[in-house]
Structure formats: C-alpha cells, structure tokens
C-alpha cells in the first residue's frame, strides 16, 4: 500500500498499518479509563481535601477525553483492517480519522498539564491512593504523548513530497512519471534520496574518520541503498507481509517436490572420494577461518570456559609477540586463536588485527597437520567490515589466462588486494616458505573472509599454482561467471542450508523485490491477517498448502474492485523491473552485473523436518552443486543462522564424524 497522505506529505506507514498499534493503545486506554471511572464512582465525586474542585474537573475531563480517545481509536482499528494491501478503498477515510486523532492530542496535553499542577500544588493533603492513581494517570499521559512523538519521527519520511506528483498518468492508474515534467522531478528525488542516505550513513558511523576513503564509501554505498526501492512505492511492513507470504510459497513448493530426486550424501550412505576428501579438508579449514573472529566467537562458543581460559593469557607481557600480533593490544585476540586451533605460538608467521574500511584481518600460519601454510582471514565484525561488504558495485579485476569479462565485488576486492600486498610485497609468504619449502598454500575464510580468501587465490593462482581456497558461506555477489569457472579449479565454496549471504547479489535482490510486488499486489487477505499468520507461522509451523494469496469466492468480487493493480506499487518503470506476470524463474537483467559464487559449491543441507524440537539431534546431508542454484533469495527463520561460523563448523563436524563440536578443545603449549 502507498505511504499514507496526511498533513500535506506521505509518511512511511500505511493506512493499513495502524491495526496492532492502534489495538494495543486501545487496550491501555480502556483499562485507563475504567480504572479512572472506578476512582470516581468510590468518591462519588465527593474529595475531602484541597483542590478539590479542580480534581474533580480533571477526573471527568478526563474521562470525557479517553472516552473520545476510545471511540476514535475503535474507528481508527477498524478501518485499518479493511481491504487488502492494493486495495485501499475501504480505508479513503484513514486521513480524516488521523486528523481527527491527532486534535485529540491537545485536551489530553492540557489534561496531563491540569494533573501535574494539581498533584504539585494541592495534592497534599489528599488521599495517598487518590494522589497516586492521580499522579499515574499524568505518567501514563507524558508516557503516550512521548511515544507518539516518537512514533512521528520514526516514520517521517524525509522523501515524502508535500508537493503533487506530476499529473501524467497512463492508463488503468499506472503512475509514470518518466515523461515531460516527470523526468525532472525523478532526478530531483533521486539526488534527495542519495543525499537523505549518505546523511543517515554518516550519523550511524559517526565514530568513524571521515576521511577521503570513507566519504567515497558511503557515497557509493548511499547511492546503492537508494536505489534499491526508488521505483516503488511500498512501506515496510508491505515488504513484511511480502516476506511472510514468500516464506509459505517457497515451503510448499519445497514440500511439493519428488523426493527421489534428492541423493542422500550422509556419513552413512557412500559418496564419492572427492565430496568425501573435501568434507575432511573443509572441516579442518573451517576451525581456522572460525579462529579468526578471535575472541568474541571463542568466547561465545565457550560461554562456561572460555574466559576463564583466556582470563590467564590475556594482558600478560608480551614483548616479543606484539612483532607480529598487530591491532591486539591486549593479546586476547591471539590467545583465543591458539586455543582454537591447537597451534603453537611458533606456528605463525604473521597475525594482523589491523581493521579499516577495505583492510581486514587475517593470520599466516603453518598448520603441519596438513602440510600447508594456511592464511585464514576475517569475515564481519566490525562496522568498517559492514562497509567494505556494502561497497557492492563491480570492480575490475584482470587476471593473465582468464578469457571473458572479468570483475568482482569491489569492496572484497580492495580487501583481497590489500592481503596480497600484505603477503607478497612484503614478503611474508617467502618467508613462510623459506621455512617450509615442501608445504603448500592454502587460504580460507569465512562470510566477507570467504569472499576475500577467493580474490586473493585468484590474484596467487599463477605465482603459487598448487594453492588451494576455501570459501565457508562467501558472498553470492562475489565474482564474474568467467571467474568463476576460472576458479572451480582451486576453490570450493561451503554454503550451509539457507544462508542469506551466498544467495545475496544486486540481481538476486531485484528478483526478490519482483517477487515481493507480485505475492502482495495478488494477495486478497488484510495486511494484519498476513503478519499475524506470518508470525504464527515462523515461530509454530503450519501447513503453507492453503497459501495466502488465493481468492476466497465469497469474497472474490468484493476485493476485485478498487483493486490498484501489480504495477500501481511502482513509481516509476525501472530497467530491473519484470513483468509480475512472469515466471518466478530469476530473471537478472543489464541493470546490475551478474556476479555469482567462487568455484565448486559444496551445498550442507539439513536433513529430516525442518521443524523439530530444540533437543533433537541434527542430521546433515552434502551435495555438489553449482553457483546458477543460489540465484533465488530463500526466506526461512534459518536464513540467518545458518551463515553463523559456530553452526558451520558444527554441520562439518557432524559430517566427518569428528567429536562434538567445540572451539577451544585444544591444549595451548
């Protein structure tokens, strides 16, 4: 639904969204007022103390004042929950009933004001119970009128036009304002819109230098941001709601699938030397590229032991460690890598904690187990990583013998080209190999680290043609298809059930918001029925067959008319915008780069339900695939969990059969 149109500009709320706020304000004001109608019924109206006539005034104001607050709110909730998301009609009045709302406002200032000086000047030698029913019934007013004030500047839209749109419309009420006057007036709200962005981008990372390279960053990164919902006019509980519904049409098509056509790769069934070789390989990387958080992932793996192991080492004397222990100044980040890994301190050759925008950290270590100098590297922890991972615009990246376009996500890029200046500029992989001749290079990471990890090998690949790379949960934005087949070679990327992030690439997001405008401008239920089952669903299961969108027939013809149509959702026709009548089939357009997963795709599915009780031992599955598999965003409560490094590296373990999974297991010489 289009934001709401109420004092001269469009706000970010619908008029179909005031139904859960609305219910519960109206729970709180009926119990106000009953309990305000029961303290004026015990005195009769009669109050034996000073002021009386004033708190006699103030409690039936009062009652008279939630009384009309009540009634409007009744109106307010009800008409919010008419019609559907595209259809507005039976919700034309939500602007006259906020300006209503909103006059109700001044009596209950002047009410709450009444009350305080009451309670300050004559209160005292009242009744304690009086005064203190008095004195809550003032909190509860300075309360609301707070949170409604906050409310406003929570979904003040700094975009919102007080001026009318131009009047060029096309048929059947599709809004295009591409033409004559249009284009200017676009132009004019894109730049807004990029200036609005960066502004708010600046305010979060206010903590950090506003230097040259910082400014360019979140320049690009705003320019992407608003871009993204510019060519529609959604709000976001709209892209809740779509969300929800997606969710249920993803699960039944899923559970309508053959389930013949799934090949188990369990331990216990036989798979091939190669899956089963690179299982043992990716599960022993993974404890590296887990150990490279640090201590804030030890420690949150061993929430029982894990300080106290670290308590010891941390802030001791470390003279000849801090050489080569950069950006740790207390030593708990390089403890926490020892205890993780099981490695001596002899082991490393270079550990740097060192974190700006498009400089991450990473270790070189020789892991003897493997026969292999091993350079793991950091995904995300920080706001400058957030940075480098939105800086998603395509880069450049030629490479000697790679036939086809070749580029890569920038941000990841630059990070990958600050390591390899790091290891080969200043020489500490020839040192690393001066040591260890016969070993070979093997680089791994995780998350923004996998993405990095991937460049690096590619940018190595000629000078050290025996490395080897693995990527645990990369970024799907992440390279161009030439190198990506270029890379299937010496990478295998580790993807775990749903993860968000190996899915997530500009043309997938396109795809999702096609999906989102499409399910919701279908959908014939109230937006609060939608959320309601969305949550309900989420947190409980169900059974997505009786699938949201489908046109109930008593309620068919009422809902077709006013119906504003699939396309009334966009502001303007975008280049990445496909037909909603299309198939659900990716469609990625010239609009954005396609960029795609580095190398063979090693794929960890959960087997067995996907709801099951929290005592319930988890069982995995894995699978080659291939990067075209993760072109679709798929949405699932485990979108999120599944990219965390501690359930990576649990899956891995319980596929090779390793013992519980652990971080911290090993003992420290």
Request: aromatic fraction near 8%.
């Amino acid at each position: 639904m289009p934001g709401m149109v109420v004092f001269g500009r469009r706000w970010g709320i619908a008029s179909d969204d005031l139904v859960f706020p609305g219910s519960f304000e109206l729970f709180v004001r009926v119990v106000w007022w009953i309990g305000t109608l029961i303290l004026y019924t015990y005195h009769k109206g009669n109050f034996d103390c000073n002021g009386k006539g004033v708190l006699h005034i103030y409690l039936v104001g009062l009652l008279v004042v939630l009384a009309l607050i009540i009634m409007s709110l009744c109106v307010i909730v009800y008409v919010s929950a008419q019609g559907t998301i595209t259809n507005p009609g039976a919700r034309r009045s939500m602007p006259a009933l906020m300006y209503l709302r909103a006059l109700l406002y001044i009596p209950e200032l002047v009410w709450a004001c009444l009350g305080a000086v009451w309670v300050s000047d004559d209160g005292k030698g009242c009744d304690p119970a009086t005064v203190g029913a008095v004195i809550a019934a003032v909190v509860a007013s300075w309360i609301i009128l707070l949170f409604t004030a906050l409310g406003v500047v929570f979904v003040f839209d700094p975009l919102g036009n007080p001026r009318p749109l131009p009047a060029a419309m096309e048929p059947l009420g599709v809004r295009h304002l591409e033409s004559s006057g249009g284009t200017q007036f676009l132009s004019t709200a894109r730049s807004i819109a990029v200036k609005v962005w960066e502004s708010r981008i600046r305010l979060l990372c206010c903590c950090l230098p506003q230097d040259e390279s910082h400014r360019a960053a979140f320049s690009s990164i705003s320019q992407l941001v608003s871009g993204f919902f510019s060519d529609t006019d959604l709000v976001p509980s709209d892209i809740a709601a779509g969300l929800a519904l997606l969710h249920q049409e993803q699960d039944k098509l899923e559970r309508s699938r053959d389930p013949d056509v799934i090949v188990d790769h369990s331990p216990s069934s036989p798979i091939g030397e190669d899956l089963e070789a690179e299982l043992d390989k990716a599960a022993h990387c993974m404890q590296f590229a887990a150990a490279a958080y640090g201590w804030p992932l030890y420690v949150y793996s061993n929430l029982l032991t894990g300080p106290c192991k670290l308590s010891g080492d941390c802030c001791k004397s470390r003279t000849a460690e801090y050489d080569i222990v950069g950006g740790d100044h207390l030593g708990c980040h390089f403890s926490s890598i020892l205890q993780s890994t099981g490695l001596q301190y002899r082991d490393f050759i270079y550990v740097s904690f060192h974190n700006q925008i498009y400089e991450i950290p990473f270790f070189v270590a020789l892991d003897h187990k493997r026969e292999a100098i091993l350079v793991a590297v950091r995904g995300t922890l920080s706001l400058k990583d957030v940075l480098t991972d939105l800086s998603a615009e395509c880069e450049n990246l030629p490479i000697d013998g790679v036939t086809g376009a070749c580029y890569a996500h920038k941000g990841i890029s630059q990070a990958a080209s600050y390591i390899y200046r790091k290891l080969v500029n200043d020489g500490i992989l020839n040192q690393a190999f001066s040591i260890a001749p016969e070993y070979r290079l093997v680089i791994t990471g995780h998350s923004l680290g996998a993405g990095a990890a991937a460049v690096l090998a590619i940018q190595l690949r000629n000078s050290f043609p025996t490395l080897k790379c693995y990527a645990f949960s990369p970024p799907g934005g992440l390279l161009s298809k030439a190198l990506t087949d270029y890379s299937k070679d010496f990478v295998v990327s580790v993807v775990l059930g749903k993860d968000l992030v190996p899915r997530l690439s500009l043309p997938n997001m396109e795809d999702l918001k096609r999906k989102i405008l499409k399910i919701v401008s279908n959908c014939n239920k109230p937006k609060y029925r939608i959320l309601l089952k969305g949550c309900w669903y989420e947190l409980f299961g169900g059974d997505p067959d009786d699938f949201p969108s489908e046109m109930e027939n008593k309620r068919e013809q009422e809902l077709s008319q006013p119906l504003l149509g699939e396309e009334s959702l966009l502001i303007r026709h975008s280049s990445s915008y496909q037909s909603l009548a299309s198939d659900d089939s990716p469609v990625h357009t010239a609009t954005h780069l396609p960029l795609f997963l580095p190398g063979r795709v090693l794929h960890i599915i959960e087997d067995g339900p996907t709801r099951r009780s929290c005592i319930s031992q988890v069982r995995y599955r894995a699978e080659w695939s291939n990067e075209m598999a993760f072109r679709s965003i798929l949405i699932s409560p485990r979108m999120l969990a599944d990219h965390m490094p501690d359930i990576v590296l649990r899956a891995l373990n319980s596929l090779t059969g390793d013992k519980p999974y652990s971080l911290g297991q090993h003992n420290v010489v």
